[in-house]
């Protein structure tokens, strides 16, 4: 047989093709691989083609700002019809690519901020969503599907060689590059700083094709912190009900917690609650977290043992580098963070995922997605479902899943922790519990195959609010569940038309846990028991380590 | 508010202490991170302290035997009870280190070839297992609460400075070293070469600390060459019933498929069987998968559009070199593996995944664990699962979802395949069906919280036999399943146990299908339509390329 005349190295030639385009258009101008901020037009419209899926790092935090501006301007005569991968949208100008015809597609994790003008650039025809996905699934599909033929993402330093310093705001970058480089694909970075010498290779130089040095730093969105001055009394309850409720009754030693005042609350109960009914030890002691801010007394405390994290928090730097025992460092003394493989971290090596959500239905389903807003999932579907690859055995694990198969017949088998934990009212009276999600008619709007559900009824185990607890793992059908779920729903319509005697017996049975029952006395509930009650309480904690964004100082 | 009194380095400060120790046992037999092969005892006993937890590089491919031989070799009057990480034990000096009591605690994924010394060790208390993982799952735990001290890996090539090229065969690696170097660990790389330039760098040097040139390169192993000679006339049966029964049914465009002879024999149907029924460019286009041999033709065949890979095949690296468009490649020409990537590739951006079993209850439930074997289970855990966090929609997601809900009042939501394909007995005429799994016995015999299944019923979504399909996807209640596996495992004594009435029920609503019920032409099934028959038929379809491992060699 002859050797087969298909040509099989097209992304090759053309990655060779584009390099020596961008090559011309830059001539002198490159150093190394490095070149100056005001080329980087230069550099996209040689580099580019109509078409190109193009993954752009937004990240939950760190955002390669200056490369998706100079992308929003690149000329649409030029360059278009490009398909975006991002994990998150949440600057304006991951939107105006859309609105200027640069770029026609979109798959995605999250955008939060922008989610309102998403939904209407997608009702103009102006955006075309492939996917909404949880993190983790979304780079997966960059190595199967989805690779991208250019990337653009930030670093802290670089050297003209390439090699990149990512430092604590490392996050998606890693298996941006990873499916870029190793596909033919071109790799483009946004750098703060240009160095000699890099404090550490974070990223080798031979995945790396151009460096430019933006004009200001990458922006940063401090998510993780949370003012401890805004935790009510409600939510000091509910924390407290969680701990003896959930975190003690399933001696849950590994864990999550999703962004929030609920789990702020929570974390700042550890050291205080937590640690007078004698847990120390016991629980929370291994976490897939960011840097907290709220977590800092716990840690002080020695309640917590270590922290692997997704990414940083604006203002943590010194406070995480002085307790490399916690969290994550690097022989250079500054933190390693890794979305992909926390998300892995998140899913198969924690017993419980704990977090909030805008709305619930009778079956347990929750979702963030509500009219004229598409939001998407972030990290919570990955986290708040069941791992069911998992086959290494804790305490937690085993216990909810006896209790999920009691009285079938049924090979045993853990399960994960999945609580959501809301006030039966959220801002403005709205209802968190509802008959139907909004996702249903959002999904009909945006031509959606199903709703955008954030975490399904079937992975959710319990539903906290300040009524209690409902444990869905000790409901038997799906009338038990929705009696589970209306009996801790209050005041709200849904939990206003209980059936009050089921509601008793399952209450009697613990599948309704009141914080009574449990030995939760309500008039500890009040902001004392916060080992943080400011801001400034934090820092003072961290010992003056922690330094809060600007925004965030009231002192 | 003082500084707080308590130590925070205690890693640095003990990581500082064992690179002292070592220096000083080196002394100038160091230059730069490299050290003589000679040296290696001094480095161990010098880095190590007891009861350290260790992770040393066995992978499914690639070893570390040297580190892993050394290992062995120390003295367990200076280093004992260390805790071993390992995704698989697949050498004997794996276990020797616990015969000779240096190590007393494993926690693993896979033990194939060991698993009998495995059980032996276990019963006789010189070994006690932490817990059995999917690959995924364990190197979660690296990052929580398994963070190894020390870790032991190899490498293709290594510079003096540490920098490291993994190449086609990077597998474990970055995964491994990462949790070891960011959290204050000893990074120590066996590497065949030591070169000046590298022709890529892998991991970056500041990651290492020590590099040992091995006296030969690493052991490998082509654990996923199936010579097509070996394949038999039932497994082209049942290769025809999967194109035609599920990989068409369900459009099947991203998948997995396990290691064995059932699903070679699919690979070598696509050029022919699915060509002919039009399937080309409508399934099988994109896997997660290594360069299994088998799939030449089919690649050739322009069947396959893209492979990502969790490590690569001996015998394999011309021929992936040559066909960059299919398969992950450098800018260097040579592939790039990960398998923490891949398994998440796997697990979340595949619609099926495909692969054989030993035994196989009513339930559905299948364990490749037998009476006297711990074995483990590999990958099959995490990508014979529901990827219950997955959002995005594909046909064949979104069908399975469908029909797992239909006549339910539950939310839509789509569902993996997960197929279990076996012939009714198996090798010794051993039943594949099985009224209990051995896997009961095993974990009463060695202690574990429950029976260590490989893939769960729940998951399930067809078995698949000479006999037929059950599509468990279809069956309403525990008896219709127990059916629907009766009605496809033939002769053995399960399958005659059958409810005849009830079996061609089930077939007449698709929950059992036939080989005849969807036009498939038994006569055809004859090796004549495998589209390589030989070794020789897979280098000759490769155009030369493949250069198969000398055992598989008989011409």
């Known amino acids: 047989m002859n050797a087969p005349s298909r040509v099989w190295n097209t992304l090759q030639a053309n990655r060779a093709q584009r390099l020596q385009r961008a090559r011309a258009a830059l001539g002198c101008a490159l150093d190394g691989k490095?070149?100056?901020?005001?080329?980087?037009?230069?550099?996209?419209?040689?580099?580019?083609?109509?078409?190109?899926?193009?993954?752009?790092?937004?990240?939950?935090?760190?955002?390669?700002?200056?490369?998706?501006?100079?992308?929003?301007?690149?000329?649409?005569?030029?360059?278009?019809?490009?398909?975006?991968?991002?994990?998150?949208?949440?600057?304006?100008?991951?939107?105006?690519?859309?609105?200027?015809?640069?770029?026609?597609?979109?798959?995605?994790?999250?955008?939060?901020?922008?989610?309102?003008?998403?939904?209407?650039?997608?009702?103009?025809?102006?955006?075309?969503?492939?996917?909404?996905?949880?993190?983790?699934?979304?780079?997966?599909?960059?190595?199967?599907?989805?690779?991208?033929?250019?990337?653009?993402?930030?670093?802290?330093?670089?050297?003209?060689?390439?090699?990149?310093?990512?430092?604590?705001?490392?996050?998606?970058?890693?298996?941006?590059?990873?499916?870029?480089?190793?596909?033919?694909?071109?790799?483009?970075?946004?750098?703060?700083?240009i160095m000699e010498t890099l404090p550490r290779v974070d990223i080798p130089g031979d995945w790396v094709d151009f460096v430019v040095q933006s004009p200001r730093p990458y922006y940063i969105e401090p998510l993780f912190t949370r003012d401890p001055a805004q935790i009510s009394e409600i939510?000091?309850?509910?924390?407290?009900?969680?701990?003896?409720?959930?975190?003690?009754?399933?001696?849950?030693?590994?864990?999550?917690?999703?962004?929030?005042?609920?789990?702020?609350?929570?974390?700042?109960?550890?050291?205080?609650?937590?640690?007078?009914?004698?847990?120390?030890?016991?629980?929370?002691?291994?976490?897939?977290?960011?840097?907290?801010p709220a977590l800092i007394p716990a840690i002080e405390s020695g309640f917590v043992e270590s922290v692997y994290s997704f990414g940083s928090e604006l203002g943590m730097e010194d406070y995480v580098r002085a307790r490399p025992d916690v969290f994550s460092v690097g022989p250079d003394g500054s933190m390693r963070s890794n979305r992909a493989l926390c998300q892995a971290a998140g899913h198969y090596a924690c017993d419980m995922f704990i977090g909030s959500t805008l709305q619930i239905d009778l079956q347990g389903n929750s979702s963030t997605a509500t009219l004229g807003r598409i939001s998407g999932f972030g990290g919570a579907p990955n986290m708040g479902a069941d791992a069911r690859g998992r086959r290494h055995a804790s305490p937690a694990w085993l216990k909810a899943g006896r209790q999920a198969r009691e009285g079938r017949n049924a090979i045993p088998r853990g399960q994960k922790l999945v609580v959501q934990i809301v006030e039966t009212f959220r801002e403005h009276m709205q209802p968190a519990f509802v008959e139907r999600l909004d996702a249903w008619e959002l999904a009909e709007q945006a031509g959606m195959a199903i709703p955008p559900v954030m975490i399904y009824g079937d992975d959710v185990t319990h539903i906290l609010t300040e009524e209690g607890i409902a444990n869905l793992l000790l409901c038997r059908d799906d009338d038990e569940r929705e009696q589970a779920i209306r009996g801790v729903a209050g005041y709200t319509a849904v939990g206003m038309a209980r059936d009050k005697r089921m509601v008793e017996n399952l209450r009697d049975r613990g599948a309704i846990v009141r914080p009574e029952d449990i030995g939760v006395d309500k008039r500890l509930a009040t902001r004392d028991l916060l080992a943080a009650k400011s801001m400034k309480d934090l820092v003072r904690a961290s010992g003056g380590l922690y330094q809060p964004p600007k925004r965030f100082r009231n002192w």
Request: aromatic share 6%; proline share 4%.
């Open 235 to 292: 939510q000091v309850l509910m924390a407290m009900t969680a701990i003896k409720g959930i975190y003690a009754e399933y001696q849950v030693e590994r864990l999550n917690h999703g962004i929030g005042f609920d789990t702020a609350a929570i974390e700042l109960l550890l050291p205080t609650y937590a640690t007078d009914l004698g847990l120390k030890g016991k629980i929370a002691r291994h976490w897939a977290l960011n840097p907290h």
């Open 34 to 193: 490095v070149l100056p901020a005001a080329h980087i037009g230069d550099l996209l419209h040689g580099v580019l083609e109509c078409g190109d899926r193009v993954c752009l790092e937004g990240n939950n935090q760190k955002q390669a700002d200056f490369l998706g501006q100079a992308l929003a301007r690149l000329d649409p005569a030029r360059i278009n019809g490009l398909h975006m991968l991002l994990s998150v949208l949440a600057l304006p100008e991951h939107l105006d690519v859309f609105e200027r015809g640069v770029a026609a597609r979109l798959d995605f994790s999250f955008s939060g901020p922008q989610a309102a003008r998403v939904a209407k650039l997608v009702a103009a025809g102006k955006l075309n969503i492939g996917a909404i996905h949880t993190y983790l699934e979304l780079f997966a599909r960059y190595f199967v599907d989805l690779a991208p033929r250019v990337c653009l993402v930030a670093a802290e330093a670089a050297d003209r060689h390439g090699n990149l310093y990512t430092g604590p705001n490392t996050e998606d970058t890693p298996a941006i590059v990873e499916a870029t480089a190793f596909k033919n694909g071109i790799v483009i970075v946004q750098a703060n700083r």
